[in-house]
């Protein structure tokens, strides 16, 4: 089944910045990979498009969250979220200014 003619593109600043803002609040090293993507959710009950976010240490457990919700839309409240779900300890306030477009 023909979902979309012309498949959505992620906005590739958008996870630059949601990368760098979750690098820099987590004061990660830089042998830690921040990972961000935009996929179709295809399941039921699901929105159609999520951004799944991903943490890769070397040496530690993968973690990974998804947010029912395109990138464009995620915020500095999800990141903060996100942060607390892995076990780090983040004030969303300091994220804001690390997503805003130049």
Do not use: Y
Not at 58 to 85: N, Y
Not at 93 to 100: E, G, K
Request: glycine letters at 2%; hydrophobic letters at 40%.
């Amino acid at each position: 089944m023909l979902i979309s003619t012309s498949p959505r593109r992620p906005n590739l600043e958008r996870a630059r910045r949601i990368k760098m803002a979750l690098r820099e609040a987590l004061s990660l090293s830089d042998d830690v990979t921040v990972t961000v993507t935009e996929l179709a959710c295809l399941e039921e009950d699901c929105a159609p498009v999520e951004t799944v976010i991903g943490l890769l240490r070397p040496d530690a457990p993968q973690f990974q969250r998804k947010l029912h919700k395109p990138m464009d839309a995620v915020d500095a409240e999800d990141l903060g979220q996100i942060c607390t779900a892995w076990g780090f300890d983040v004030e969303i306030p300091a994220l804001a200014p690390l997503l805003q477009e130049d």
